[in-house]
Structure formats: C-alpha cells, structure tokens
C-alpha cells in the first residue's frame, strides 16, 4: 500500500494540473450541497463532480471528488427531491485516495459507466462495498473524471517508483546515458507481429479489456507485476526481451524499460504516452 506522502504528493500534482487546465472546482446545486454540505471536512474542496442522468435515474447517483477523498452519494427518492428519506436512507460512502487501484471508463454513444477497483474496501453497508461503479455519466464529465484519477493514481506509482529508486532499485545514476524506447501504437503492433512478442500490460484490468483498447488479440497481451521485477532473475526477465510495455500515461512503462536495459541489458519498448492517450484519442475522434 502507498505511503500517506507518496497519496498527498501525487494528488497535489494531479490537482495542479488539473488546474492548469482550467476545469478545478465545480459549482454545488442546491441538492448536491443539501447532500454533502454537512459531511465535508475543514478546508475540504470539492474538485470535480461526475453524476448520473435523469434519464438513467430519477434520484441520480454521484461521485464527489475533493482535495482529501472521494465522496459517493446514492441518494434516495424522498431525500434527493423532499430532503428527508422515508422508505431508505441516503447512502454516502467515503473512499481515500489511497484505497484506488484503477479506474475504467466505458463509453457509450450518449453516456459511460465509470468503474473503479477500490482496495480493502469492506464496509458492507454501503452500496458500493468491494468496487465502484456508476451507469449514465455524459461522456464529456465522466471523461474528465476519468482523466482526474488516471492522474492520481499515476502521479502516485511515480513518487512510490521514485522512491524505491532512491533505495536502490533501479537507482537512475547521473552517469547512465540516456535510454528510451518509447514507439506509436502503430509501430508497436507491428513489432508485435514480425517479432511474435506481447504488449505487457503494468495494470490490473482484464486482458479482454486491454486488448480491444490496444486493437490487438488477446493472445498478444500479457500482465506484469513491477513490485516483483527487483527479485526477478535476468533468465525470467529475458523473456519481455523486444516486448512493448504498456501503462496509463506511459511514465510506468518508461522507467521499466529504462531500468531492464541498465541493470540486465534487455531492449524492451514503451507505448509512447501509455493507453489512456488512446482512450482520449477514441474520444475526441468520436466527438
């Protein structure tokens, strides 16, 4: 699990650029702030907020994201619309940064569902228990959030990377010269091919999933643990010689390829920029 610094580094890294782009904060309506007003801590910012349609449900459920955690409100009829529940309560659920694995956005012609991997998440009498999904976001709002996470959690592996750099794995030494195999999708799927190598996915979605997202067969995709590399032996390692290297934003993937090549002298390659580029490239191509 990550280090409470490793968490605040990389969501003060993800805040600022969301920042930069222009889209931090969001304006409360009168419901939303009837709903969360009273739960939010001191100095606690709401950041962005994804909700579902009127058309996918008439009390609409909600994810809330602030600068300390997510906040997911299921609220029921009475509450959303009256403001007091009658026949069931108003489910809110907290969920720390800390606790996201992954987010997956599915993509729908008008709306997505956005699906996040939550780690340790017991607490039964909440709605979204293990996991968390929402149906029928518009696609623009859902795509930030996406993006907004996606940030998170890989600003957050960086620092934890950095860090194990700083221990000594995979030390980056002022006296390496530079490395950096980082290729097109196009390019990659063709050394795919010709070398009958596999795209090695750093995440833990399904294969099924990251296959369609690659255009490729599920036979050519394969997973890999980079909390195990350092105990790996080269004969074990030898085996990704060649292969393409795939994380979210592509940073993941090109300190791994950089650290096979220093310290066993194993060429590999990085998907230039990492799956969420194209996931943002299908978007806007649609759009």
């Known amino acids: 699990m990550a280090s409470r610094s490793h968490i605040d580094l990389g969501l003060q890294k993800a805040i600022e650029k969301l920042k930069a782009s222009g889209k931090y904060g969001h304006v409360h309506g009168p419901r939303c702030s009837s709903e969360i007003q009273r739960v939010l801590e001191p100095e606690e910012e709401t950041i962005l907020e994804v909700r579902q349609s009127h058309f996918r449900n008439i009390s609409p459920e909600r994810i809330i994201a602030t600068n300390r955690r997510l906040i997911i409100v299921r609220p029921s009829f009475w509450g959303h619309y009256f403001g007091f529940n009658m026949l ?23 709306l997505s569902t956005i699906h ?32 907004f996470i996606e940030d998170v959690i890989e600003a957050r592996e960086e620092e934890e990377l950095e860090a194990m750099h700083q221990r000594g794995f995979a030390a980056e030494a002022a ?35 990251v296959a369609a997202m690659l255009g490729t067969s599920t036979d050519n995709v394969v997973t890999f643990n980079t909390a195990a590399a350092g105990q790996m032996s080269k004969s074990e390692l030898s085996q990704y010689k060649d292969c393409v ?43």
Do not use: C
Not at 119 to 143: F, L, P
Not at 179 to 204: D, H, M
């Open 88 to 110: 069931r309560y108003t489910d809110i659920s907290f969920v720390p940064y800390k606790q996201l694995i992954s987010i997956v956005m599915s993509k729908g012609k008008f």
């Open 175 to 209: 006296a390496d010269p530079p490395y950096e195999k980082s290729i097109t999708l196009e390019n990659a799927a063709r050394i795919v091919n010709e070398k009958s190598v596999k795209f090695v996915w750093l995440g833990i979605e399904p294969i099924g999933e």
């Open 116 to 147: 996040m991997r939550i780690h340790g998440y017991t607490d039964v009498s909440s709605a979204i228990r293990n996991e968390g999904e929402i149906e029928g976001i518009r696609n623009r709002y859902a795509m930030a959030f996406t993006v």
């Open 245 to 287: 290297f795939v994380s979210y934003s592509g940073q993941i993937s090109r300190h791994l390829v950089k650290y096979l090549k220093r310290e066993y002298d194993i060429d590999a390659y990085s998907l230039n920029r990492g799956i969420l580029e194209i996931a943002k490239a299908a978007f806007e191509k649609f759009n």
